[in-house]
């Protein structure tokens, strides 16, 4: 760890940050830090089980005095969202992350951090170390591939575990207390290709510079998707120049709105009017699109790159018009805000992942809300449009959504340290992203379930930032939580 990191540090947070931050662990590539946490539990004698999905659950006894308490259960994952500067070299199934200080700021060096959720893993970790800290039996569960699907949570065995009171730490807002988010589920949408040999001039056009984000979080600050923008340049491409597309991608990831896409097009000189023609073409309509997205977007870029003459496979015109139609028309973004809560979005949609493939076309689209109905019916749309143009369309996975618990006794305890520890109550809120709370409370009926967190920006994303401040100021409020007695 840093010197200035071990310097700031408290009841090791960072410390055990740095230690799972050393580790690669992205989503499906867990098996390490797993196998890391288990002997961290029975280093310290603490009981333990690893499940087949690598799940890890390790169970503190209560301190004395505290025997009688109902049990806290402690949740987050320790898997990550992996992205990282389009030029970069970093590994991230070899690769440690690279941690940076900057003021009061850790980031990471050209990658995202994974204080998502690397920074609950941390707390837990110091929890289950610390010996002075009086508190109820503490079970702790950090599961695996949450940023792909929750599939952790969803296998896990929790019928052995007493928990009454469940405190998620997978929030990035210091003040805030979660009780509810939304549901989701991720469609994918296939279109088959056919392809036809021509001859031309090969031009790579790339868009880039975008700030993307995280698909729920960040779904309703006008963020724009550059998959869908790299579909309205082909579309407007189309008044002025004549051209073939012979591969399109944009995106990696179905919960990230992407930054980046890219496509290559052949360009024959007639009847396209050449390659200069269609080049000057393409940068007549970006900059139109850099005007119109100054304020949203100020870091959108473009880029052309010639990559030679030769014959190539090239899409089909009728295979082309039908994909870049879903791509027009797919709908996008925020669909509808909530009625109940000022500023938060009910439903929305990210295309998240677009990529062609010799015979195929493949869109994965992560769809959300709070509404299961409305969730279900965006889908359906999805489905009826791909069926429309001769597509299929699957549902790869779904997680319900976590409902509003009232006259709930775990969120009055958090009021009542609230008041003495910040002076104030927090701010009870809802997001429109998806947590594991909603399944472990299918698995638990009656849990009372809270979610918390310090301040964490631009998650999934290169910018992703932890306040070290409010990290310790959270888990110094958490250690106050833990030791005053909630009751029955």
Excluded at 19 to 39: F, H, K, M, T, W
Excluded at 90 to 100: C, E, N, R, S
Excluded at 323 to 346: A, D, H, R, T
Aim: a negative charge.
């Amino acid at each position: 760890m840093e010197k200035s990191l071990e310097q700031l540090d408290y009841k090791g947070i960072l410390q055990y940050f740095s230690e799972i931050s050393a580790i690669p662990r992205g989503s499906g590539n867990e098996q390490a830090v797993s196998d890391y946490l288990v002997a961290f539990a029975k280093a310290r004698q603490l009981e333990c089980t690893q499940d087949e999905a690598k799940n890890v659950v390790i169970i503190k006894p209560a301190t004395p005095g505290y025997e009688n308490e109902p049990a806290i259960i402690l949740q987050g994952h320790m898997d990550m969202v992996c992205e990282k500067r389009k030029e970069g070299t970093h590994d991230f199934l070899k690769d440690g992350i690279k941690l940076v200080v900057d003021g009061d700021y850790i980031h990471a060096d050209g990658t995202t951090l994974g204080a998502d959720n690397g920074v609950a893993v941390a707390y837990i970790m110091a929890v289950l170390s610390d010996k002075t800290l009086c508190h109820p039996r503490i079970e702790a569960i950090i599961t695996t591939d949450e940023e792909v699907g929750m599939h952790g949570a969803k296998a896990l065995d929790l019928s052995k575990l007493q928990g009454k009171y469940m405190i998620n730490l997978d929030s990035e807002e210091e003040g805030y207390l979660l009780c509810s988010c939304a549901g989701g589920l991720t469609g994918t949408s296939t279109f088959p290709l056919k392809r036809m040999e021509a001859s031309g001039r090969k031009l790579k056009v790339s868009i880039g510079g975008l700030i993307g984000g995280h698909s729920g979080i960040d779904i309703g600050k006008n963020r724009t998707n550059a998959t869908k923008l790299l579909g309205r340049l082909l579309f407007d491409l189309r008044e002025t120049s004549a051209y073939g597309l012979i591969d399109m991608l944009g995106g990696f990831k179905d919960n990230v709105i992407p930054r980046e896409a890219h496509a290559e097009l052949l360009v024959q000189e007639a009847p396209s009017g050449g390659l200069e023609h269609v080049k000057k073409n393409i940068e007549a309509i970006m900059e139109i699109y850099r005007k119109e997205l100054a304020a949203s977007e100020p870091g959108l870029n473009y880029q052309l790159e010639e990559l030679g003459e030769g014959t190539f496979q090239v899409i089909h015109p009728v295979s082309f018009e039908k994909m870049l139609f879903m791509l027009i028309n797919m709908p996008e973004g925020v669909q509808v805000m909530s009625s109940n809560i000022e500023g938060l979005v009910e439903s929305s949609l990210n295309m998240g992942i677009f990529h062609t493939e010799a015979d195929k076309v493949e869109m994965l689209t992560s769809v959300r809300s709070s509404i299961s109905n409305y969730k279900y019916f965006i889908s359906n749309k999805l489905n009826y449009m791909t069926s429309f143009l001769g597509g299929d369309y699957v549902v790869r996975w779904e997680y319900p959504a976590w409902e509003f618990k009232k006259d709930s006794r775990l969120q009055e305890h958090f009021q009542k340290i609230s008041r003495e520890f910040y002076g104030k109550e927090m701010k009870v809120e809802a997001i429109h992203a998806g947590l594991e709370c909603g399944l472990i409370a299918e698995k638990m009926p009656g849990i009372d379930i809270v979610s918390i967190g310090p301040d964490i920006s631009s998650v999934h994303t290169i910018e992703e930032r932890m306040s070290i401040s409010s990290t310790i100021r959270v888990y110094q409020f958490l250690e106050k939580i833990l030791s005053e007695k909630i009751g029955a």
